[in-house]
């Protein structure tokens, strides 16, 4: 009787779990459908008022297109999209209505572009993919195929490497950060890692600039990374790079783009000093090198920052030399925006993506290749890069790259030498 109790139990609770998964769906359905039909009717109140010579409207509602189904991260939704008849914009030289929610042949929302290369990531096989995305969406989702997967991850591993050889030669990057981010995927060498670098253009737009394999350390890794940039038309540097102090990314920065200011991350800085210090004290130092990087002014950051190492240098001179080796190149955000320190002060815009990405990933020891891991990680960062914000300032970013001279955050009536 007790097995049978716990049993009607449990079916009891798939049963409103069925129950709020169907809600759940079916309230997606609506909130979609009413999207499509509130686009349709915003585009045929915006035309109504042209009519053709005989005064009949341009641009009218035409019933509905044949229901299609469309898979989304809450399952598989019948949709009917509205159909409008506007043939005759053709006749004026307008363009003809595109639903911007849902275009032509989508089959699928852009939320299974990081299913999948999530789903690899974990080491799924290709061959389980049908079952594991129908345990995910339903069983709207047995359309997707092995043979899809194969097909689709063919096609996106073509499109990062047709990416990895695009044309620079248009692309004018005022910042970059960098890092070498370890990552729990499928690299030929237990010791690699991935060499990311983002940039943030003139117009204030953070971008995806590099994806690729390397050592963190290793000059060579980096430099053969920013030549193939360069190689490519990116030939003039970044006003600034941001990154942690372990890369032999600095080495090689230094080399290919010289005149590139230098910015080191105090996100690592300050768990790096603070690593070498006891637990006890470390409330209070991390108090004070907040005190540094966080200062109004460089004179006053300078200040903190000689009061840190007379507090700390007899007790602690590792923590203090740990501060004082990378002096040079922690204050140089003060030469920009103030706008933009927040941005320029950490290599954060990296870190936070690939905190997702890292959510995503497990070691796994299957028979997946360097290239396939790659191109996966790079579809779910260009995922991503879709919802990234543009800078706080970003109109400054001009006068940056008119070489404008900015103290302490403050344009200046300097000019660039």
Known sequence: MKNNSIQEQENARDEVVSLIDALVREGARKMLQAALEE????????????????????????????????LTGAGPLRI???????????????????????????RRVPSLENLIPSLYLHGVSTDD???????????????????????????????????????????????????GIYVNVRLE????????????????????????????????????????????????????????????FWAALSEVFPTTKRQRCWVHKTANI?????RSVQGKA????????????????????????????????????????????????YSFPAQHWKHIRTTNPIESTFATVRLRTKRTKGSGSRIAALTMVWKLCMEAEKSWYKLSGHRLLQLIEADKVFINGELSDETAA
């Open 39 to 70: 686009e349709v009717s915003e585009y045929v109140e915006r035309h109504k008022g042209r009519r053709d010579e005989e005064g009949r409207q341009l641009v009218v509602r035409n019933g509905h297109k044949e229901e299609r189904a469309i």
């Open 80 to 106: 009917r999209q509205p159909r409008v008849d506007d043939r005759k914009l053709t006749k004026i030289g307008m363009e003809r209505f595109t639903s911007k929610i849902l275009p032509p042949f989508m």
């Open 129 to 179: 993919f049908p079952e594991a995305l129908a345990a995910i969406l339903g069983e709207g989702a047995k359309g997707l195929s092995a043979n899809t997967i194969v097909r689709l991850k063919r096609v996106w591993e073509e499109e990062y490497l047709s990416w990895t050889k695009r044309d620079l030669k248009e692309k004018r990057y005022i910042y970059f950060w960098a890092d």
């Open 189 to 248: 060498d237990e010791r690699s890692c991935l060499l990311v670098i983002m940039g943030a253009t003139s117009s204030g737009d953070k971008e995806l600039v590099a994806v690729s394999d390397g050592y963190r350390e290793s000059k060579q890794s980096w430099k053969e990374l920013l030549l193939d940039c360069k190689s490519r038309g990116l030939d003039l540097p970044p006003k600034l790079a941001v990154g942690d102090g372990a890369l032999g």
């Open 274 to 278: 603070l690593d070498k210090m006891p």
């Open 286 to 333: 991390k108090s004070m090198i907040h005190d540094i990087y966080l200062a109004p002014t460089k004179a006053d950051a300078e200040k903190a920052y000689h009061l840190f190492i007379e507090t700390f240098e007899a007790k602690y001179p590792k923590a203090v030399e740990c501060l004082t080796k990378d002096e040079g190149d922690l204050f140089s955000f």
